[in-house]
């Protein structure tokens, strides 16, 4: 996707800035995870749950994107 329609989506996209929102907390938690030695069970499930929960908005932002690039007059 490019910079210029992903900054016109977090303009104009309310679902779409509230997911790139969300991804980026995701992200944020999962570096902090991450950053451990060692987790704990409940890190560790916490982990893959968050890794699922940001391909699962990843997803919902490309295909808004695709839909964005579809009725998009830009070449």
């Known amino acids: 996707m490019?910079?210029?329609l992903r900054d016109d989506l977090l303009k104009q996209n309310?679902?779409?800035?509230r997911l790139e929102e969300q991804h980026h907390a995701y992200d944020s938690?999962?570096?902090l995870l991450l950053e451990k030695a060692?987790?704990?069970d409940e890190?560790?499930?916490e982990e893959v749950t968050l890794?699922?929960?940001?391909?699962?908005?990843?997803d919902r932002m490309e295909e808004i994107a695709r839909q964005a690039r579809g009725h998009s007059v830009h070449p």
């Not at 309310?14 to 800035?17: L, S, T, V």
């Not at 699922?52 to 908005?57: E, G, I």
């Open 2 to 4: 490019s910079q210029d």
């Open 14 to 17: 309310e679902e779409y800035r």
């Open 29 to 31: 938690r999962l570096n």
């Open 38 to 40: 060692v987790l704990n």
């Open 43 to 45: 890190e560790q499930v």
């Open 51 to 58: 890794k699922k929960k940001k391909l699962q908005l990843k």
